[in-house]
């Protein structure tokens, strides 16, 4: 995944993450399997950003 593609996924799980916890709450299953990719995602882009 380049690194257009990985702030693109970035934002979209960011947006779906804000959707889930203000319908079913921040502590739902859902909200949190969003926050731990999310998170995964993260990692991976400040990993790259270490690198350059």
């Given at each position: 995944m380049n690194a257009t593609d990985l702030?693109?996924?970035?934002?979209?799980?960011?947006?779906?993450m804000?959707?889930?916890a203000i319908?079913?709450?921040f502590s739902s299953?859902?909200?949190i399997e969003i926050s731990r990719e999310l998170d995964g995602l993260?990692?991976?882009c400040q990993d790259k950003n270490a690198h350059f």
């Open positions: 702030l693109f996924r970035i934002e979209n799980l960011r947006r779906s804000i959707e889930v319908e079913k709450g299953k859902e909200s993260l990692y991976k």
